[in-house]
């Protein structure tokens, strides 16, 4: 009975196994990631960016300021307090770029963090066009006098003319005066080693960020020594709050400390924000990069219009202390200038930055 019932339904044995065998198979097929949880992980990956934009020279706010993020081409306009606000950007480090009709365009660099926003100000400087020179007013050409033919004089004899003593060409001196002038050594060149110097800031609340502001001197110093932002509280240098400033008229100050003639520690205080000085007050970033000039090794103030002045507007980093940093990180530490005051193998410096 059996053996006739498999020889008719035979043919249908053979699909029936063939479907059992294609189930088991698409059991063991894993589960494939759906396109949407992808993009999900993808949009975790972004932090943004936000800031002011304000006049170099008086601090007043500037609306309508395009702020671009060159690598994504995300853009942002300022508002009527000169704020600015730009979101989705991915995470790492960005060129901002910011233009004005009227005012000379500005780039700075920005780290972006995840889910993170960053602040990054702007200080414009107004485009400035220069004086026409009137074109000179014609004049009539003279007409010219008979040269009457002059009587030849006597040939002299010739005296033998002795040979001068050649003058030897002085050795070029604007480097050596501007170190001896803002170095901390004054005859003697005072410098951080080459290699990497670790910051750290305390002071991240204030929305700052340190990077883009060592960026600018690492650019300056060409690369002997470099400057790096730090997570380690007992970095070379360091940057914290200090309240105790204000009794001083300051709103911040350096203190670089150096050894056989070698920087190797600096200390920064920033004035808080709060009510200073009769008025509201809040760190800046010209306060970063003036202090951080300081640290790199510019110990004065100049008078160029710039962020090394002892009350600068900006932060545009001058002809001279430009001059200085790069022309400091070419000699090694203890190289002995032709002029200026000796100077201690072992010593420290404090320069203020004073509030107007």
């Known amino acids: 009975m059996k053996t006739r019932f498999f020889a008719k339904h035979r043919p249908y044995l053979g ?9 088991l198979a698409g059991c063991q097929i894993g589960t494939v990631p759906s396109v949407e949880s992808n993009q999900e992980a993808a949009r975790v990956l972004v932090g943004s960016l936000s800031g002011t934009v304000k006049d170099a020279s008086t601090g007043k706010s500037l609306p309508n300021a395009l702020v671009k993020v060159v690598e994504v081409n995300r853009s942002g306009i300022t508002n009527s307090l000169g704020r600015y606000t730009i979101t989705g950007i991915p995470v790492g480090q960005v060129t901002v770029t910011v ?11 920005a780290t972006i963090r995840k889910s993170k926003n960053t602040t990054l100000n702007f200080y414009l400087e107004k485009v400035t066009t220069p004086t026409p020179t009137p ?19 006597p040939t ?12 030897p060409t002085p050795a070029p001196t604007d480097l050596t005066s501007l170190l001896t002038t803002y170095g901390y050594g004054k005859n003697t060149v005072v410098r951080w080693a080459d290699g990497i110097v670790e910051v750290y800031n305390a002071t991240t609340d204030s929305g ?37 400033i204000a009794n001083s008229g300051a709103w911040g100050y350096a ?28 760190p800046e970033y010209r306060l970063y990069l003036h202090e951080m000039g300081h640290v790199v090794g510019f110990s004065g103030h100049t008078s160029e219009g710039g962020v090394m002045d002892p009350t600068p507007k900006n932060s545009i980093i001058t002809q001279t202390p430009r001059a200085v940093i790069s022309g400091l990180y070419s000699f090694s530490p203890g190289y002995t200038l032709t002029k200026g005051a000796p100077v201690s193998p072992e010593g420290m410096a404090i320069v203020y930055f004073w509030k107007e």
């Open 208 to 244: 700052i960020d340190l990077a883009p502001v060592l960026s600018e001197w690492n650019g300056i110093i060409g690369g002997k020594t470099v400057f790096r932002v730090s997570s380690n509280p007992q970095s070379p240098v360091q940057i914290v709050y200090d309240s105790s």
């Open 156 to 167: 002299p004899t010739p005296v033998p003319t002795p040979t001068p003593t050649p003058t």
């Open 15 to 23: 699909l029936f196994l063939i479907f059992v065998v294609l189930i």
């Open 99 to 109: 233009t004005l009709t009227g005012y000379n365009a500005q780039t700075k660099i």
């Open 135 to 153: 074109a000179p007013m014609p004049t009539s050409t003279p007409i010219p006098t008979p040269t009457p033919t002059p009587t030849p004089a």
């Open 255 to 282: 203190v670089v400390y150096w050894s056989n003639y070698t920087i190797y520690k600096a200390k920064v205080g920033i004035l808080p924000a709060g009510n200073w000085y009769g008025y509201y007050l809040e």
